[in-house]
């Protein structure tokens, strides 16, 4: 959705908010809900439209799909995580001694 159909959409909640502020120092306070509800849906629409829409994408022009369908292998001279010595790590600081903390001690 173009941003000035966005901006549009979000003006036209604040505007709701402004209605609703009036009505709620009129003394109707159930347009009042209403107003507020409809100004709510409204800004929760503009928000919900615009995450779709970035910026740093690339036009829709070419929609192809990805290129490359396989994930890439390893990359060779990355550290891969050793996931045993996290484990021994992790045992050796859980088995430890813990002191008493707090207003308790």
């Given at each position: 959705?173009?941003?000035?159909?966005?901006r549009r959409l979000v003006?036209?909640?604040?505007?709701?908010?402004?209605?609703?502020?009036?009505?709620?120092?009129?003394?109707?306070?159930?347009?009042?809900?209403?107003?507020?509800?409809?100004?709510?849906?409204?800004?929760?629409?503009?928000?919900?439209?615009?995450?779709?829409?970035?910026?740093?994408?690339?036009?829709?022009?070419?929609?192809?799909?990805?290129?490359?369908?396989?994930?890439?292998?390893?990359?060779?001279?990355?550290?891969?995580?050793?996931?045993?010595?996290?484990?021994?790590?992790?045992?050796?600081?859980?088995?430890?001694?813990?002191?008493?903390?707090?207003?308790?001690?």
């Amino acid at each position: 959705m173009p941003r000035s159909e966005l901006r549009r959409l979000v003006l036209a909640a604040l505007i709701l908010y402004g209605v609703g502020v009036y009505a709620s120092l009129t003394h109707h306070a159930a347009l009042a809900g209403v107003v507020y509800v409809s100004g709510i849906a409204a800004c929760a629409l503009a928000a919900w439209l615009s995450r779709g829409s970035d910026s740093e994408d690339p036009p829709d022009g070419d929609d192809d799909g990805p290129t490359d369908r396989e994930p890439p292998p390893d990359p060779d001279g990355l550290p891969t995580f050793d996931w045993a010595a996290f484990e021994r790590q992790f045992r050796a600081y859980s088995d430890r001694p813990r002191e008493a903390s707090g207003a308790g001690r």
